[in-house]
T-cell receptor, first 111, second 112 residues
Framework: QKEVEQNSGPLSVPEGAIASLNCTYS??????FFWYRQYSGKSPELIMS????GDKEDGRFTAQLNKASQYVSLLIRDSQPSDSATYLC???????????FGTGTRLQVTL | EAGVAQSPRYKIIEKRQSVAFWCNPI?????LYWYQQILGQGPKLLIQ????????DSQLPKDRFSAERLKGVDSTLKIQPAKLEDSAVYLC??????????FGPGTRLTVT
């Protein structure tokens, strides 16, 4: 099993809908998780971090962490065309918080 | 606050040549990371520095890759000699507290 797994997509949602992006992780990954947004040809941009079980909201973004089921998700409400990008899930491993990334899910928001 | 700076932004070299990348982290960030991102994949950590000491270099191909962070600020990553499979984007990131990492714009390397 890969340490961090994501569906590569593309995930297509209409403008204004909720986009739901999911990520599962292995036992080797600890409890800190991050969502990065990466536009084509650009570098990853940190959009959410979550450290404890439950939900964390920031504007249109909500990150959810379920430790028992070993998954973390990102919800994007009122999706906009500008949200079209690849979303990378990352989890930390080891005492020095080394980040392991998934391969990313490509999101397409259609008009 | 200025972000992570990297140069050059693009580099094209022939195989067996050498290349070096430079990174300047966000001011005050003690931890610096170099990642390799191959097209269609997530970034892979090559090396992590805490100040000027190496914390993790387990995935650095040490026969051809080297990195240093003198004086605990700027860092350089070198590849010598380059192979075709080294074609990728090389990303530098920094963090204040081992948790949230912020990436620079990256250097796109093409090895022909």
């Amino acid at each position: 099993q890969k340490e961090v797994e994501q569906n590569s997509g593309p995930l297509s949602v209409p403008e204004g809908a909720i986009a739901s992006l999911n990520c599962t992780y292995s036992d080797r990954v600890s409890q800190s998780f991050f969502w990065y947004r990466q536009y084509s040809g650009k570098s990853p941009e940190l959009i959410m971090s979550i450290y404890s079980n439950g939900d964390k909201e920031d504007g249109r973004f909500t990150a959810q962490l379920n430790k028992a089921s070993q998954y973390v998700s990102l919800l994007i409400r009122d999706s906009q065309p500008s949200d079209s990008a690849t979303y990378l899930c990352a989890g930390s491993t080891g005492t020095a918080s080394k980040l392991t990334f998934g391969t990313g899910t490509r999101l397409q928001v259609t008009l | 606050e200025a972000g992570v700076a990297q140069s050059p932004r693009y580099k094209i070299i022939e195989k067996r040549q050498s290349v070096a990348f430079w990174c300047n982290p966000i001011s005050g960030h003690a931890t610096l990371y170099w990642y390799q991102q191959i097209l269609g994949q997530g970034p892979k950590l090559l090396i992590q520095f805490q100040n000027n000491g190496v914390v993790d270099d387990s995935q650095l191909p040490k026969d051809r890759f080297s990195a240093e962070r003198l004086k605990g600020v700027d860092s350089t990553l070198k590849i010598q000699p380059a192979k075709l499979e080294d074609s990728a984007v090389y990303l530098c990131a920094s963090s204040l507290d081992y948790y949230e990492q912020y990436f620079g714009p990256g250097t796109r390397l093409t090895v022909t």
